[in-house]
């Protein structure tokens, strides 16, 4: 037997340099090895190991050899897959479609679980691009800044400015195209048919300039409009045109009367414009700027159209150095600042903002997870394929086409998902929009929840984002193939092996996130839950609310009226109790500063304030409240007598926490020369204003001692037949039938829109917490089938030398379990910080409630241990006898 | 030995002719040329291959890859029908070339 001599190599590192295909260099290579050898083989005998293999090295060096290199080049010059060509991406693409085709389970699962991430993202974006980012429905709306007065001694309260302000910024100004202001009011309207009571903004010159918008009929109103002794002047809205007017084309020049005062219609505005907030018609307001000094005169919310290519920082600068100079002429304001925000994002309260933006960030975390459930599916399909691949690489494909193949299935899922996304989305929009149109609360009129077109682009660069997420991790894993192992038998199993590790990551991120949106959702239900069961501490069930207005500026008629109102109501059979009031104890409650005898205040601000209603002796009945020290109001509290007052026990606390309130005098309002009144009683503090925070203190004085009667808040309680529109509307055609009622609600009614962005937001958190969940099940419940799959044979195996079914349950669970503990425990620490960005939507529930965080674990565990067992058992079912032949 | 351009114009001549009869692989043909012309023609790796793959990008013959019981797996060529017309044609221009150069010199065979 001659010396081996390695000729391969010899081979293989002379052909190495002529820079040949892989398939054509093996061919040479394996040819010229076998002629040396079997030529080596001759040589030996007759010549010696060393000559023999001295000459054919020579001759395999001889420079004449490389004249085989551009042959060879040429002959086997198969193209490989072009990475970049347009007709190979679409033979790809139509690849995936074919081989999804063979496995539309695949498709099906990985396009739902990743259209609902889709779909929930989507649907929340298009809430948050039509109520925040869209903007005003007018030219330039970017431009257009509402100015508000804050005051940092008084914890930066927002205020509005003083009129005789308003006039210096107006003249003095540079940076607005447009500027004006505007004060609300409801008035009676009068005039042609029906009485009606109506939203009506008094508005300067200018006001309308803001938006842009051109009457459609007449026109707006001009700086001779603000002067006073000129005529007062009215411009419509499009649907007091249409409602009182039937469109008609000359109703400009007509009259209308407000509050029983004429007006001139000189414009109407197109249909939809009812800025700033729903109005039905704006007035002119007419005030004498001489009149009134520095800081003087009716509060406006101004408005204003900052001009192209200024920023909000130059206009506020403006407003700085106007604001300086007013300071100097009036002390009381030198500390106030007033600034220019954009007008959606102040009109907005910070709280929604929060909100909508945690929200956000819960459906990106549902969207991981979905896509986590992709690339897990796609991992089983290239572990599945890894022989396939290697083929394909063998036979010339390059690791960038596989690379492709692998991203361009995960694009043809994520095609499908955004399609079926968007479906979800548009059905979760429709529901959206049909809840906010039940829900009757004073929505933002520029409101527009639709699939815009920037909604759809959003869709588009998130379905690409999300097949890229799902797609790279398994893609690369793809194209790592390596031919030559991955052919050999029984390779499967480690590719498998290490497939299966990216897997099990990919479920720990899925549980982890759904963990975190689970735990945020645990404790916003819970505050959900809260609210349900908030005691306002007065009766809500049965009573039905409403409010009418008297037709007179006479507050003796109106008082006539609104005693024969109440006494009427009293004796109609079926009304079990009658209260009438300047407002509804809940949210209706009116504020007002308190002076207390004895005190004093440096300034009228520094008195403070307080939560006030001024009722009938029926609203301890009506409401169910009762003393807890001293006396309620009775019908003998009537004009002429001792001004009384009944205040709550936080009013007390605040203000007598030593002594007892009941004979102490407070005096109510700005106005220092108002009557004292004298406590005589306390009753329990009531919910007021909004469901979160701390609840303020509370007055109660009695109605028929009060001086100013415009409209009272009536409360009727009985069952619903006996109380509601209709049956106070009979009662009122016998008694006023000309007096216009609004705002009738029932009391429940009125407490839900109050708490309405934490149910509704709150219960979408829960939904996408559950979607979450459902989709990480799925996960954990997919790795672990196929970690089960795998080791089929290694539990036969088991089996047959004696492990009970227990045992099998046992080692496949803990499996699960372990991946679901590291996820549960990153997903709490991601919660945490989650929780603190929603923290705006929960209400009496501390962000680390230890009961909330027990429950979420406990189904959290429950979950993976339904999803790793259905597999376990399922391994139980194994017959040993087969699994040993497998594979 | 023959000079290079002599042997280089007829190597492929050759081995158009060895392959007429049946495929054969690369140190198959090197052994026959050299056994045939008792050694006056040599062949190495370096001057075989090129010629063969030279021949073979035109298509005159095609190597395929044979395993044989008990043996090794071998490239084997075979002759094209391109092939078969291109020996055709060599072998008559040999054959005027010859009877050329005898009616010059007056060489005669046997």
Not at chain 1, 381 to 403: D, P, T, W
Not at chain 1, 690 to 702: K, L
Request: some cysteine; aromatic content about 8%.
């Amino acid at each position: 037997m001659p010396e081996q001599f390695n000729w391969r190599d010899a081979v293989r590192s002379r052909v190495s340099t002529f820079g040949l295909h892989p398939s054509a260099e093996a061919d040479v290579v394996e040819e010229v090895t076998e002629h040396l050898e079997s030529q080596y083989l001759e040589l030996v005998p007759r010549i010696g190991a060393d000559a023999a293999r001295a000459q054919l090295l020579a001759e395999l060096n001889d420079r004449e050899f490389d004249e085989t290199a551009p042959l060879l080049q040429k002959r086997e010059h198969i193209p490989p897959t072009r990475v970049l060509g347009a007709s190979s991406f679409w033979r790809d693409v139509r690849y995936s479609f074919r081989s999804f085709r063979r496995t539309p389970a695949t498709l099906f699962a990985g396009a739902t679980a990743l259209a609902l991430g889709i779909g929930l993202t989507t649907l929340m974006f298009s809430v948050i691009y039509g109520l925040l980012l869209r903007g005003l429905p007018y030219q330039r709306s970017e431009n257009i800044a509402t100015i508000f007065r804050a005051d940092p001694q008084d914890r930066g309260q927002e205020d509005l400015v003083p009129f005789s302000d308003f006039v210096r910024y107006k003249s003095t100004q540079r940076t607005f195209a447009a500027l004006g202001g505007y004060a609300s009011a409801t008035v009676n309207v009068s005039g042609g048919q029906d009485a009606e009571r109506a939203r009506v903004a008094r508005v300067t010159a200018g006001f309308l300039d803001v938006t842009g918008v051109q009457p459609i009929v007449g026109r707006i109103f001009g700086v001779d409009d603000n002067i006073v002794g000129a005529p007062a002047t009215a411009v419509l809205s499009f649907a007091m045109w249409r409602d009182r007017y039937q469109l008609d084309s000359t109703v400009v020049g007509q009259s209308i009367n407000l509050n029983g005062r004429p007006f001139t219609i000189i414009g109407v505005m197109p249909e939809r414009f009812e800025f700033p907030q729903r109005e039905r018609m704006w007035v002119s307001l007419q005030l004498d700027p001489a009149q009134f000094s520095a800081g003087q005169g009716l509060g406006l919310t101004l408005v204003g159209k900052i001009r192209t290519g200024i920023s909000f920082e130059t206009a506020n600068h403006d407003l700085a150095s106007i604001s300086k100079q007013l300071a100097k002429e009036n002390a009381d304001t030198a500390a106030v600042r007033d600034f220019a925000r954009p007008y959606v994002r102040a009109m907005v309260p910070t709280r929604v903002y929060a909100l909508l933006y945690a929200m956000f960030a819960a459906v990106l975390l549902v969207l991981m997870v979905s896509c986590a459930n992709v690339a897990n599916l796609l991992l089983d399909r290239i572990s599945n394929r890894s022989r396939e691949n290697a083929i394909r690489v063998a036979l010339g494909a390059s690791r960038g086409a596989i690379f492709r193949q692998t991203l361009i299935e995960s694009g043809v899922v994520a095609a499908y998902a955004s399609i079926l996304g968007v479906i979800l989305a548009q059905g979760g929009i429709v529901a959206f929009n049909r809840w906010a149109a039940d829900i009757r609360a004073d929505l933002p009129f520029w409101m527009d929840v639709r699939l815009h077109v920037p909604v759809m682009l959003f869709v588009i660069a998130i379905a690409t984002v999300a097949s890229l997420l799902a797609g790279i991790v398994p893609a690369v894993l793809s194209s790592r193939v390596d031919p030559g192992a991955s052919l050999k038998l029984g390779a499967h199993v480690s590719s498998t092996r290490r497939v299966a590790r990216i897997g099990n990551a990919f479920v720990v991120l899925e549980i982890a996130l759904s963990s975190a949106l689970l735990l945020t959702a645990g404790f916003v239900t819970t505050s959900i839950v809260r609210i349900n069961d908030l005691n306002p501490r007065f009766r809500t069930q049965d009573i039905f609310t409403a409010r009418v207005t008297a037709l007179t500026k006479d507050s003796a008629i109106n008082k006539t009226r609104f005693e024969a109102i109440e006494s009427a109501l009293a004796n109609t059979p079926g009304i079990g109790g009658v209260y009438l009031g300047n407002g509804i104890p809940g949210t209706g409650w009116s504020g007002t500063r308190v002076a207390i005898e004895g005190r004093t205040y440096d300034k009228p601000r520094n008195r403070p304030s307080s939560r006030w209603l001024a009722v009938t002796p029926g609203f301890f009945s009506t409401f169910d409240v009762a003393v807890t020290r001293g006396r309620a109001i009775t019908s003998a509290d009537r004009e002429g007598t001792l001004r009384v007052a009944v205040v709550s026990e936080t009013f007390v606390q605040r203000h007598f926490p030593r002594e007892d309130p009941v004979g102490k005098r407070i005096r109510l309002g700005d106005d220092a020369v108002a009557e004292w009144a004298t406590i005589v009683g306390v009753v329990p503090t009531m919910f007021a204003d909004s469901p979160d925070g701390n609840w303020p203190t509370e007055v109660i004085t009695a109605l028929w001692q009060e001086r100013q009667f415009n409209n009272v808040a009536i409360a009727l309680r009985g069952p619903e037949e006996s109380v509601s529109l209709v049956a106070l509307r009979k009662v009122l055609a016998r008694v006023a039938p000309d007096v216009p009622v609004s705002d009738a609600a029932t009391m429940p009614e009125l407490l839900s829109r109050a708490t309405w962005p934490n149910r509704v937001f709150g219960g979408m958190f829960v939904i996408f917490a559950i979607v979450a969940l459902l989709l990480a099940a799925i996960g954990l419940y997919a790795i672990v089938s196929i970690s089960v799959g795998r080791r089929t044979r290694e539990m036969g195996v088991r089996l047959a030398l004696g492990a009970t079914h227990a045992n099998v349950v046992g080692i496949i669970c803990r499996e699960g379990m372990k991946q679901s503990t590291i996820g549960i425990a990153i997903g709490f620490a991601l919660g945490a910080a989650l929780t603190q960005l929603g923290r705006a939507a929960l209400f009496e529930v501390k962000p680390g409630d230890p009961t909330v965080i027990i429950a979420v674990a406990c189904v959290l565990a429950a979950t993976s241990l339904v999803a790793s067992l259905m597999p376990a058992l399922a391994a139980t079912r194994v017959d040993p006898a087969r699994a040993l032949r497998a594979d | 030995m023959l000079k290079d351009e002599l042997k280089k114009g007829s190597t492929e001549f050759l081995l158009l002719a060895l392959l007429e009869s049946e495929p054969r692989h690369g140190y198959d043909l090197q052994k026959l040329i050299e056994s045939r012309s008792k050694g006056v023609l040599t062949f190495s790796v370096a001057s075989l291959y090129p010629l063969l793959y030279k021949m073979e990008a035109r298509e005159w013959i095609v190597g395929r890859w044979v395993e044989k019981a008990s043996e090794r797996r071998r490239r084997y060529y075979d002759l094209t029908p391109t092939g078969r017309l291109a020996l055709e044609e060599q072998r008559l221009n040999w054959r005027e070339f010859v009877a050329a150069i005898n009616r010059v010199t007056g060489v005669k065979y046997a």
